[in-house]
């Protein structure tokens, strides 16, 4: 039998336009296989005068939110935590199922959006608010339900892989390769929350909180963007054998959850190593799975689309089937976080240093009083007068011991300005 349901779109920029033009022209399609009657009963905008680059009924483009009220499901395409949040929760209150983009929303407002949604018994679905046409959320929930995840490690931000896989290759500054992105339209005007790790946090506490079912906010992580990173590390590293990437980093303890945001060595022997361009990938390490990579495009219009159209789908098909709504949004526990400080890890550190005898010496003593092992040492040409950059790479060690340490390098007569430290994800 044929399921009529009746679609709102709010907001109809770059993702809405992609939505609409699928929905047109799938209508069919989606009758046929699925038995399933997608209609495009309205679209709010801001602008209605707006040019939308699209052929659509202009019958159903309004400004007025109220016009949502009138259809099963509604989609939140408009961004931000203000109008959107109120049309989200109006929708719920109003027993209506809601898909949305909305990374933003969903990090910041999850316990107010869940008891909304448990209140309501309605569905709240947002595949496309992490890594775009990425699946990653569905695999989560669906597919790797059987596992207890491990860890999990994303590149999810494609406007600062771009920018690092661009210096890397070329050699360029992050300022030049940052103009040169927003003049192509790959990165915002204010590219703040790209760059700082802003976003990539916001899309690590969605997909934390579900793979540990735990509540994880921004406050609970150490963020680091990619502003910092100079691009002569950037050939050092690539010398010994790593890209370097902004990672999205979430690992499971007994003692607590160590999730943090901040650019990291990857050996580009890894597959995550080899993700430029705009592209996401996410591994994921289930304790029975092993290893999973999901690879793909994190944004865009119609990689977006079709992640926001998939969502729609699948309330349409619950709903076809007359049985209990599954939940898809769940409840979270309160969790123990593991503070960066005690985080074991390996670093690549850069010290300018004076090039007499020595100095290694002093330096390596240092490193060995705070328990840190030295995995190797480049000692690069000098570059001014008698400073050398030295590049240290080393084993594993307590993140407070690493700064302690440096610490105590930056104060020595022979280690010129502040050195440089850059996890490792080996
Ligand atoms: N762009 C991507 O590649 C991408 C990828 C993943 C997730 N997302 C998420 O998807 C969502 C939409 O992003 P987008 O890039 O499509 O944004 P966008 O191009 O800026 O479009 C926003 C739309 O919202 C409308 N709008 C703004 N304020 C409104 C209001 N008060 N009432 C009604 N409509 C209003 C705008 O109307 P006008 O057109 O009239 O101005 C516009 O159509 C965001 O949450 C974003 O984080 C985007």
Same mark, same amino acid.
């Given at each position: 039998?044929?399921?009529?349901?009746?679609?709102?779109?709010? %907001?109809?920029?770059?993702? %809405?336009?992609?939505?609409?033009?699928?929905?047109?022209?799938?209508? /069919?399609?989606?009758?046929?296989?699925?038995?399933?009657?997608?209609?495009?009963?309205?679209?709010?905008?801001?602008?209605?005068?707006?040019?939308?680059?699209?052929?659509?009924?202009?019958?159903?483009?309004?400004? =007025?939110?109220?016009?949502?009220?009138?259809?099963?499901?509604?989609?939140?395409?408009?961004?931000?935590?203000?109008?959107?949040?109120?049309?989200?929760?109006?929708?719920?209150?109003?027993?209506?199922?809601?898909? &949305?983009?909305?990374?933003?929303?969903?990090?910041?407002?999850? =316990?107010?959006?869940?008891?909304?949604?448990? !209140?309501?018994?309605?569905?709240?679905?947002?595949?496309?608010?992490?890594?775009?046409?990425?699946?990653?959320?569905?695999?989560?929930?669906?597919?790797?339900?059987?596992?207890?995840?491990?860890?999990?490690?994303?590149?999810? +931000?494609?406007?600062?892989?771009?920018?690092?896989?661009?210096?890397?290759?070329? #050699?360029?500054?992050?300022?030049?390769?940052?103009?040169?992105?927003?003049?192509? !339209?790959?990165?915002?005007?204010?590219?703040?929350?790209? *760059?700082?790790?802003?976003?990539?946090?916001?899309?690590?506490?969605?997909?934390?909180?579900? @793979?540990? !079912?735990?509540?994880?906010?921004?406050?609970?992580?150490?963020?680091? %963007?990619?502003?910092?990173?100079?691009?002569?590390?950037?050939?050092?590293?690539?010398?010994?054998?790593?890209?370097?990437?902004?990672?999205? *980093? @979430?690992?499971?303890?007994?003692?607590?959850?160590?999730?943090?945001?901040?650019?990291?060595?990857?050996? /580009?022997?890894?597959?995550?190593?080899?993700?430029? #361009?705009?592209?996401?990938?996410?591994?994921?390490? #289930?304790?029975?799975?092993?290893?999973? $990579? $999901?690879? %793909?495009?994190?944004?865009?219009?119609?990689?977006?689309?079709?992640?926001?159209?998939?969502?729609?789908?699948?309330?349409?098909?619950?709903?076809?089937?007359?049985?209990?709504?599954?939940?898809?949004?769940?409840?979270?526990?309160? @969790?123990?976080? *593991?503070?960066?400080?005690?985080?074991?890890?390996?670093?690549?550190?850069?010290? +300018?240093?004076?090039?007499?005898?020595?100095?290694?010496?002093?330096?390596? +003593?240092?490193?060995?009083?705070?328990?840190? !092992?030295?995995?190797?040492?480049?000692?690069?040409?000098?570059?001014? /007068? =008698?400073?050398?950059?030295?590049?240290?790479? &080393?084993?594993?060690?307590?993140? =407070?011991?690493?700064?302690?340490?440096?610490?105590?390098?930056?104060? $020595?007569? &022979?280690?010129?300005?502040?050195?440089?430290?850059?996890?490792?994800?080996?």
């Amino acid at each position: 039998m044929m399921t009529k349901v009746k679609v709102g779109i709010a %907001g109809c920029g770059i993702v %809405g336009i992609g939505v609409v033009d699928i929905l047109q022209k799938r209508f /069919e399609e989606f009758r046929e296989l699925y038995q399933v009657e997608l209609e495009l009963a309205v679209v709010v905008v801001r602008n209605i005068d707006s040019d939308r680059d699209i052929a659509f009924d202009k019958a159903i483009l309004t400004t =007025d939110l109220a016009m949502l009220d009138n259809v099963d499901i509604v989609v939140e395409l408009i961004g931000g935590d203000t109008v959107a949040k109120d049309v989200v929760l109006n929708a719920i209150h109003q027993k209506k199922h809601v898909v &949305t983009a909305n990374k933003a929303l969903v990090a910041k407002h999850w =316990d107010i959006l869940f008891e909304a949604v448990r !209140g309501s018994q309605v569905m709240l679905k947002f595949e496309a608010a992490v890594a775009g046409a990425v699946p990653v959320i569905k695999t989560i929930q669906e597919s790797l339900i059987g596992n207890k995840i491990e860890e999990l490690k994303g590149i999810i +931000n494609g406007t600062a892989n771009y920018i690092l896989s661009e210096m890397e290759s070329r #050699g360029e500054s992050l300022a030049l390769i940052l103009k040169e992105a927003q003049d192509l !339209g790959y990165a915002e005007a204010d590219p703040t929350f790209d *760059i700082e790790g802003f976003d990539v946090a916001h899309k690590l506490c969605i997909l934390a909180s579900l @793979a540990y !079912g735990v509540k994880v906010e921004c406050e609970d992580m150490y963020i680091q %963007g990619i502003t910092d990173l100079e691009v002569k590390d950037m050939a050092y590293i690539r010398e010994l054998g790593y890209r370097i990437k902004l990672l999205a *980093i @979430a690992k499971k303890y007994e003692k607590g959850l160590d999730v943090r945001v901040h650019p990291a060595l990857v050996p /580009e022997s890894q597959i995550l190593g080899a993700v430029s #361009g705009p592209y996401n990938a996410i591994d994921i390490k #289930g304790h029975a799975s092993g290893d999973i $990579l $999901l690879y %793909g495009q994190g944004a865009g219009r119609y990689p977006t689309a079709g992640a926001v159209v998939g969502d729609i789908l699948d309330i349409a098909r619950c709903l076809q089937k007359e049985q209990p709504l599954p939940f898809f949004f769940s409840e979270r526990k309160k @969790a123990e976080f *593991i503070p960066i400080e005690d985080i074991e890890n390996r670093y690549y550190i850069r010290l +300018n240093v004076s090039d007499q005898p020595g100095v290694l010496a002093k330096i390596t +003593n240092i490193f060995g009083e705070h328990a840190i !092992g030295i995995a190797s040492v480049i000692q690069k040409e000098v570059v001014l /007068e =008698d400073q050398v950059p030295l590049v240290v790479m &080393t084993g594993k060690a307590r993140e =407070d011991n690493m700064r302690r340490s440096l610490d105590e390098i930056e104060a $020595l007569d &022979t280690v010129f300005g502040s050195p440089t430290l850059i996890r490792i994800e080996d």
